[in-house]
């Protein structure tokens, strides 16, 4: 094929020569010396003035630059193999485009289908929504049905159009025979109960003084709630910061007020530093553990002296069993209606929390109960009338106490009390028995809380 192509180019190429040398020939006629007629052709050279060599130069020198031109193209035809790779990779490249509009078009069209189902369900999940409305609404509506006992025998006062009339509905009076049996009494607040039982509820959290540096991010703010002597009352107030490397001053306040102005009346240097926000105030002294130490001391307010110290068997200490919110709580120590408690834990509990009840005086465990909540799981706990409770969390604005254990029987089980961490950084919760308030204190905020008990083990007939 390539041979046909350049033999055609060839003859075009001299027919295209002859005809342009045609073009520039003239005839000439003359008398030769013999007196003959003689005719001459001359055709005019374009490049050269003269006839320096044979006169088919000229013509011989216009076939060959033609013939070059001819190898030329001869060659780029030849070489158009690679052109048409190229062409073919760019039809690969549109077909390849085209099959990935083709896909995204694919898949808007599949979105917009989903759409279309997904209005559609929320139309229906809208519409059963408000069918649900006015049946509830139409529920409310209707007086509640009493019951009437003649003869030993029940009758219920309901049309017989009632669907829910059907006595063999077993589940529709399973659940009406379980709403009737709670006694009203239950569903009653215990406002006015003042005996020991289990918590029912935490109030709102109110703030008394807010700290001014960075020494009070977390600390220990109480009040005893069975002073012991005139020198100090249930009034008076005390404060220790517990950030920093040797926390030894409790500041004492006249009263509330004083308090939350700040201005303490004495500042007392403890023999041994604190380690972190376990104290408590219990019978005229401040209970807390020595620093980086599982030593318990108990220091006497009145005569500002060390009264006792003891180590507390086994406990974990400076960060071995602490509570979620770290700051190296391992021992929180508390009081309650019956007496001192420690909340703490030991290897052979493998970080569940164990509960002692020591003796005021010599700090002595009297008995122990090991609980089935690990102490890192909690952010806090304290004890109410020989129960300990937990807190969830010490960030959470709106948390639970959702734990509950009782010394007295030795069980434990899961509670949901709201509970709430105001300025969502609470890293000390104590109970006070004699106000019946939590004492707390949230990121640099000494809070209080309103807590009410109720009656415990209630029977449910």
Excluded at 250 to 271: I, N
Aim: aromatic share 8%; proline share 4%.
């Amino acid at each position: 094929m390539w041979l046909q192509v350049f033999f055609l180019c060839l003859s075009c190429f001299t027919l295209s020569s002859r005809s342009q040398t045609q073009d520039r020939a003239a005839l000439h006629r003359s008398n030769d010396p013999a007196g003959r007629c003689q005719y001459t052709f001359t055709v005019a050279s374009q490049e050269e003035s003269s006839c320096s060599g044979s006169s088919m130069k000229p013509e011989m020198d216009g076939v060959l630059s033609r013939l070059t031109l001819l190898e030329a193209l001869v060659s780029r035809l030849i070489a158009g193999g690679d052109g048409g790779a190229v062409t073919g990779v760019r039809a690969n490249g549109e077909e390849g485009i085209q099959e990935a509009y083709s896909k995204v078009t694919g898949e808007k069209n599949q979105l917009q289908e989903d759409k279309v189902r997904l209005n559609r369900q929320v139309q229906e999940l809208q519409r059963r929504l408000e069918e649900l409305s006015r049946e509830a609404e139409s529920l409310r509506q209707k007086p509640c049905q009493q019951k009437h006992t003649s003869g030993g025998s029940q009758r219920e006062n309901r049309p017989a159009s009632d669907p829910a009339y059907d006595n063999g509905n077993g589940s529709y009076q399973e659940m009406k025979a379980e709403v009737t049996e709670v006694p009203a009494s239950h569903l009653i607040p215990e406002g006015n109960f003042t005996g020991c039982g289990e918590l029912q509820s935490v109030g709102d959290p109110v703030m008394h003084r807010k700290a001014d540096s960075i020494t009070g991010k977390y600390g220990v703010w109480l009040q005893d709630p069975e002073p012991q002597g005139d020198l100090y009352t249930n009034k008076t107030a005390w404060r220790i910061d517990a950030v920093g490397k040797d926390v030894r001053q409790l500041f004492a306040y006249e009263d509330m007020d004083q308090f939350s102005r700040g201005f303490p009346t004495k500042v007392l240097v403890l023999p041994e530093p604190v380690e972190s926000t376990g104290a408590t105030m219990y019978r005229g002294s401040l209970y807390y553990q020595r620093r980086r130490s599982r030593t318990l001391i108990r220091y006497d307010l009145a005569s500002e002296k060390l009264a006792s110290r003891l180590d507390l068997p086994h406990a974990g200490f400076h960060g071995q069993h602490p509570y979620s919110w770290g700051g190296y709580t391992d021992i929180d120590l508390a009081a309650d209606e019956q007496g001192l408690w420690a909340i703490y834990s030991t290897s052979k509990a493998k970080g569940a929390i164990v509960i002692s009840q020591l003796d005021p005086e010599s700090l002595e465990v009297k008995k122990s109960w090991e609980t089935n909540i690990r102490k890192n799981t909690v952010a806090n706990a304290f004890m109410v009338c020989g129960r300990l409770y937990t807190v969830a969390s010490y960030t959470a604005p709106n948390t639970t106490i959702n734990y509950m254990f009782d010394t007295a029987t030795g069980e434990g089980r899961a509670v949901a009390v709201p509970f709430k961490n105001k300025y969502r950084y609470n890293s000390m919760v104590d109970y006070n028995h004699a106000q019946r308030k939590l004492h707390a204190w949230d990121n640099f905020h000494m809070v209080t809380y309103d807590i009410r008990l109720g009656r415990a083990n209630r029977s449910s007939s």
